[in-house]
């Protein structure tokens, strides 16, 4: 009784009931715990196979951005590659018309010499002027050999000395640079522009990177397999890293770009590069001079070379006329009775003597002359026309007249 | 890249004359004027290592008198290139001058009638 009272109690007591409702929460709890459990699970089932599908997409995509990329920077390389292209086109274009007019200069300036070169003070100003046209054209030939292009073409071959003595021409400091030794070598018509352009870069580069008033020197040696020219410098010399450059520039595995060159543009083994690759001699810069600086030696093959010897300036028997022409101006008043009354014979042949002697250069020499006799020759003249005579006698009357003038004006000067 | 034929020839002198001249200055006119006559003194040898323009002098002036005008048109050089060469080799002893022949007096314009007078009866 007592029992069933307390069960009673116990039943009715606020602690069972407390203990039913924890239950039943208790049970309501794990069970939506476990729905959401359930819930939570396939939501992560889904998430993960969310995952992985993006995953598989991120991977393609990391693909295709990086076919694209690939693509991109080919793209980008052909474009630039055009670009170059374009541009040493346009280059080149304009630059041959600048070689071509600093040639046609450099021949204006040359009869401006020949013609005023008996004055020093005019002679001077015009080599002055001649000196920046050279190194110019120079210039102008750096750029276009760049651009893929042609230095121009001599028709002639050149004796080695005088390719280094040109290249001599090319630079601002050409009076630092002494050329040593003679060959008897020419360089093959066709690769005498390249030597002398190539050579005028490598004392560009001995004469900028010494001393102000060192000399440089060039010298010529013959080896076994060519004709060596070896420029060498008392400067200081290149450091390890620049040699590197210069022997990649030196030997170009492939077109070098112009914007690679630097502001201002360093181009002298770049275009010292191309041309020899392209002539097929070689130019090396990697050892020392006996002065400390840098030695440069530009190796000519047999192939370019020849023993021909250079033919005489096609200039000089033109101008040697032109000056012939000129002469009589001055030399009219010049006086002695001679051309009064020259034998015939002797003026006939005076101007070109018959089977003329030449020298071993190829120009006509002249012989001494026998005495100058004022008795009028007793072989008979040639037979001439009345017209001709009176022609003559016309030249003959005006000359004196033309010698008086001038001798009225230039007399002084031969007094 | 362009085909050699499209190549321009190029024209001009391939040793510049100041490279000739060394970059020195040019003597004046008064030793050696245009119709100085000079040649190579007898008996002497050229100076070792000569340029390729004192050789052409020395092959030019060997074989008599030739005027500083002719050496430097035989030269193809101008005057004043011809002139300093030649300085230097007057300077060295090499070299022989004979100033100009006087210029002519100037004759009676009666004489010079006679003498067309008289050719014009010989010849005419």
Not at chain 1, 222 to 236: E, M, N, R, S
Request: proline letters at 8%; a neutral charge.
């Amino acid at each position: 009784m007592a029992l069933e009272v307390s069960l009673m109690t116990f039943a009715q007591g606020p602690l069972l009931w407390a203990l039913v409702v924890v239950a039943l929460v208790a049970v309501g709890a794990v069970l939506r715990a476990r729905r959401t459990n359930i819930g939570l699970r396939r939501q992560n089932a889904e998430l993960h196979q969310q995952r992985d599908v993006l995953q598989r997409q991120r991977d393609e995509l990391h693909v295709a951005y990086a076919g694209l990329t690939h693509q991109h920077s080919a793209e980008l390389a052909e474009v630039r590659k055009d670009a170059e292209e374009e541009t040493k086109a346009v280059l080149k274009a304009a630059v041959r018309t600048l070689q071509g007019l600093a040639d046609e200069q450099q021949v204006v300036i040359e009869n401006a010499q020949r013609k005023y070169g008996d004055d020093p003070g005019i002679l001077a100003d015009l080599m002055a002027i001649d000196h920046a046209n050279s190194q110019f054209g120079r210039r102008a030939q750096g750029i276009a050999v760049l651009c893929g292009g042609w230095l121009g073409r001599r028709e002639t071959v050149a004796s080695v000395f005088d390719v280094a003595r040109s290249a001599q021409g090319r630079i601002r400091q050409f009076d630092r640079v002494r050329v040593n030794g003679q060959v008897n070598f020419s360089v093959v018509s066709r690769a005498v522009e390249p030597v002398a352009v190539v050579l005028a870069e490598l004392l560009a580069n001995a004469t900028n990177y010494s001393a102000p008033g060192a000399p440089v020197e060039i010298n010529i040696q013959a080896v076994p397999t060519g004709v060596c020219l070896i420029v060498d410098d008392a400067g200081l010399g290149m450091g390890q890293e620049e040699k590197d450059r210069a022997a990649a520039l030196l030997a170009p595995q492939a077109a070098i770009s112009v914007s690679s060159l630097g502001i201002p543009p360093q181009f002298g083994f770049a275009v010292s590069g191309l041309l020899a690759a392209r002539y097929g001699f070689k130019v090396s810069v990697d050892s020392v001079s006996p002065y400390g600086g840098v030695r440069a030696v530009v190796l000519l093959p047999d192939e370019l070379l020849t023993g021909d010897v250079p033919s005489p300036p096609p200039v000089a028997a033109e101008h040697h006329d032109a000056d012939v022409a000129a002469l009589p101006r001055r030399q009219a008043p010049a006086p002695s009775p001679t051309p009064l009354f020259p034998p015939v014979a002797q003026s006939a042949a005076a101007p070109q003597p018959i089977g003329p002697a030449t020298t071993s250069g190829g120009l006509p020499k002249r012989r001494r002359k026998s005495p100058v006799s004022v008795v009028p020759s007793t072989e008979p003249g040639p037979v001439r026309s009345n017209e001709e005579t009176a022609s003559r006698l016309g030249a003959f009357q005006r000359g004196t007249r033309s010698g008086r003038d001038t001798t009225t004006m230039e007399g002084p000067e031969f007094q | 890249m362009t085909a050699p034929g499209e190549e321009q020839a190029v024209n001009s002198g391939f040793v510049r004359s100041y490279v000739i001249t060394g970059g020195r200055g040019l003597p004046d006119a008064e030793e050696l004027s245009l119709v100085t006559l000079v040649t190579i003194a007898p008996e002497r040898q050229p100076p070792p290592n000569p340029s390729p323009e004192v050789r052409a002098i020395w092959d030019l002036c060997s074989g008599g008198y030739l005027s500083v005008a002719e050496v430097a048109g035989h030269l193809g050089q101008p005057v004043g290139v011809a002139r300093l060469l030649l300085n230097d080799l007057a300077e060295q002893g090499h070299l022989m001058r004979r100033k100009a022949p006087p210029p002519a007096q100037l004759v009676d314009r009666k004489i010079l009638e006679e003498v067309l007078h008289g050719l014009h009866v010989r010849f005419g």
